[in-house]
């Protein structure tokens, strides 16, 4: 592998490479693969690094601590109002399936007596 400077003729950047010869069996000729690894400061003379689509690296996006604290404790709220309503409805379910196993047993003994009586 070795190190490639071509300047841009349009921007009069330079830009560096790291370049690696192969050979193409089809075109029976030797290639080069290139991936970019950035380029040249023209005050410093220093290779900058890109992230090979000419964007500005992003800088480093800082929390609001506070922030999320505030949200922990409002999603702490809502989980336990939501708890409190799971506990109410299951309470109600068993209540209303305990009333439908007494109506069932009712019938059942209604469909009994009448089956007796014909």
Same mark, same amino acid.
């Given at each position: 592998?070795?190190?490639v400077?071509?300047?841009?003729k +349009?921007?009069?950047?330079?830009?560096?490479?790291?370049?690696?010869?192969?050979?193409?069996?089809?075109?029976?000729?030797? +290639?080069?693969?290139?991936?970019?690894?950035?380029k040249?400061?023209?005050?410093?003379?220093?290779?900058?690094?890109?992230?090979?689509?000419? +964007?500005?690296?992003?800088?480093?996006?800082?929390?609001?601590?506070?922030?999320?604290?505030? #949200?922990?404790?409002?999603?702490q709220?809502?989980?336990?109002?939501?708890?409190?309503?799971?506990?109410?409805?299951?309470?109600e379910?068993?209540? #209303?399936?305990?009333?439908?196993?007494?109506?069932?047993?009712?019938?059942?003994?209604?469909?009994?007596?009448?089956e007796?009586?014909?």
């Amino acid at each position: 592998m070795s190190i490639v400077k071509l300047k841009d003729k +349009r921007t009069g950047t330079t830009y560096v490479y790291e370049s690696e010869s192969y050979w193409d069996k089809e075109k029976k000729q030797p +290639r080069n693969k290139r991936t970019l690894i950035g380029k040249i400061d023209e005050e410093t003379g220093e290779t900058v690094p890109t992230d090979g689509r000419g +964007r500005k690296r992003k800088s480093p996006v800082e929390k609001d601590a506070g922030k999320d604290e505030a #949200l922990i404790s409002e999603y702490q709220k809502q989980l336990k109002e939501k708890e409190a309503v799971i506990k109410q409805l299951t309470a109600e379910n068993q209540q #209303l399936k305990k009333n439908l196993s007494a109506v069932l047993e009712s019938l059942h003994m209604i469909t009994d007596k009448y089956e007796e009586n014909i």
